[in-house]
């Protein structure tokens, strides 16, 4: 695996809505990220991505795109954004933006002028389709519920497809002169400077053509959208040569957003030659999902937590590396999701912090998880925003769920647990806005706030602080951005231990993932207390007993060197 520039840095995920409003209209906007960073170059952080701030109408949060060559003025304007990417590559920050290439809005000029001529050239840019004895062409489910057939407008006996929501039609990427528009665009972000992209649902550009119906799952007689991504053949020729027009070009710097690759092409998206140069690790975010619904979702334990990062980890091996993730802007907060209610608190979110680095690959922070931001509180279905938690909290009211069984249900997942704003000090609003938010402010914002953690030693904050250092000290570069992972302990309930090997250094990580304490018998004395979420790294016991045979208490990692 040839060595890149990017692998030895953290990286971390803004969504531009959420961070900071320095206009007070109570969205987020690019101004407020440019005065934070400072606070980002202070956290150790190396690579920024942006969550889209393009034109939109914002049905699903801007990942309905009208105009790709333009700032969605709710955000600023292009040279607020040419001054973001200015003032951070003075830091060493490089900066990664939204490409969102499956689809574009229905009010982008190309759909536009797709609906006054279906037949002509915009109309080849979708996926338009004679509706048939009142029948569309197949029976798939959207990601977002319901169909993903829309008729036309103004064609009513015409139909699009749409995977998202129904004002996301689906570009054609079998048409040439479709790809020969995006690789235009994506070359004119590079030349403006950006370092590279996060690459939006990218697996679904192929499409398993002719359409085709699949047995349908649920009572509305549509199929889950899986059906087709497992058939669909010939991604690798649009990916290719993406790469290969754009990226390669540039030496940009890509992580994918990628489900349901087969096993077989999983080399071919990340290795020294892939079409990305990373791709995120979904597996521990996948747990427990069932196809009738978030309502049906099982939970997720420390042991399948640790089994699917230690897949993912095996996985790469000799490959590449993933992005290792907590939470996204798509996810419900990580904290909340892989711990306990009853133990959520600093230890054990240390310990997820923990293992997050000292896995092998790229760790990728989302806005608000350094200082432990958790899942909101919804009171009423009034107060959810998100699109996709609506159609579950639907789902949930159709499978016999009662009104407040279902919105708990949905709670614990929806994506609005990390749209709330940042939590920047305990004053009105959290610090986010003068003026009315956008999205409520989590309610414990009073408690959880960075303010608060800044100059805490002890603090959460600081803690992500000092693992982003340790990346980066010379004395443990190698090792924790190179050295090997060796899985340690794997019949062993609630523990997650591994090495991380170099030619000339060993570290162990052991997390307790509970909250009884547990005694751990090593076979030698280790060397030295590198990290621990409990106890100053200083505190290294004197005596060979007391570094071989270790007492851990509840939540408690350690990182060693032998």
Known sequence: MKKKWWHEKTAYQIYPKSFLDTNHDGIGDLRGIISKLDYLKELGIGIVWLSPVYCSPLADQGYDISDYYNVDPRFGTMEDLEELLAEAKKRDIHVVMDLVVNHCSDEHEWFKKACEDPDGKYGRYFFIEDIKDGKYPCNWRSYFGGGVWEPLPGHPDKCYLHLFHKKQPDLNWENPEVREDIYKMICWWLEKGLAGFRIDAIINIKKVLPWRDYPSDRADGLCSIQNMLEDAVGIDD???EMRDRCFRVYDAFTVGEVFNEK???????ISDDGYFSTMFDFRAACLGASEKGWYDLKPV???LYRDACFFSQRRAKDIGFYSNIIENHDEPRGVSRYIPEKDLNDTSKKMLATLQFMFKGLPFLYQGQEIGMENTVFETPDQIDDINTLDEYKTALEAGLSAEEALKAVARMSRDNARTPFQWSAAEHAGFTDGTPWLRVNPNYRRINLE???????????YYRKLTALRTDPLYRDCIVYGDFLPLWEDQHN??????????QTLMVIANFQSEAREISLDQPYKKLVLTNLLDAADTPASEDERKDLTLQGYQAVILEL
Request: hydrophobic share 35%; net charge negative; glycine share 2%.
């Open 452 to 462: 608060s953690q800044i100059s805490d030693p002890n603090s959460v904050f600081q």
């Open 263 to 269: 096993e077989e092409d999983f080399p071919n998206f």
């Open 238 to 240: 649009f990916l290719g």
């Open 495 to 504: 523990l997650v231990a591994f090495l991380r090997k170099s030619e000339h």
């Open 301 to 303: 334990t420390p042991d």
